[in-house]
């Protein structure tokens, strides 16, 4: 599968959000491996906290909700699911589908989460 990676560059005039992105190599159904991008903030021994955005954002939406639940204790992450943000976009619009987005974030989620997790979602999330 031929992917399209977001430069750096295109992220250096947001200046509301300071997280820096974490990448995981996550195992696709056609291609051998694909990468999303995730954002982490608050103490990483306390109960986590997934944001998952829907379309056609990504975690900057939740900018405004990541420090007031780190600050409260929570070890926040927030994805940006695949063709969205700093994670790959597929070119074809056909290596799109909803079995698809679930595979990845599956994957994605045993690697990137460990324990209970509160799972705060909207629209496609």
Same mark, same amino acid.
């Given at each position: 599968?031929?992917?399209?990676? /977001?430069?750096?560059? =295109?992220?250096? %005039?947001?200046?509301?959000?300071? +997280?820096?992105? #974490?990448? /995981?190599?996550?195992? $696709? %159904?056609?291609?051998?491996e694909i990468?999303?991008? @995730? +954002?982490? #903030?608050?103490?990483? &021994?306390? @109960? /986590?906290?997934?944001?998952? @955005?829907?379309?056609?954002?990504? =975690?900057?939406? +939740?900018?405004?909700?990541?420090p007031i639940?780190?600050? =409260? ?22 290596? +799109?589908?909803?079995?698809? @987005?679930?595979?990845?974030?599956? $994957? ?6 460990k324990g209970?997790?509160?799972?705060? #979602?909207? &629209?496609?999330?």
């Open positions: 599968m031929q992917v399209l990676k /977001t430069p750096e560059s =295109a992220f250096d %005039t947001i200046t509301d959000f300071p +997280y820096s992105p #974490c990448f /995981t190599e996550i195992t $696709d %159904t056609v291609s051998s990468t999303m991008a @995730h +954002y982490q #903030c608050g103490p990483k &021994d306390g @109960h /986590t906290v997934l944001l998952i @955005h829907g379309e056609p954002t990504w =975690a900057y939406l +939740y900018r405004k909700m990541m639940l780190a600050d =409260a204790g929570f070890n926040v992450i927030a994805p940006d699911l695949i063709g969205f943000g700093r994670s790959d976009k597929p070119v074809r619009k056909e290596d +799109y589908s909803y079995a698809r @987005h679930v595979i990845w974030l599956k $994957d994605w989620f045993s690697q990137a989460t209970p997790v509160t799972l705060f #979602c909207q &629209d496609w999330g």
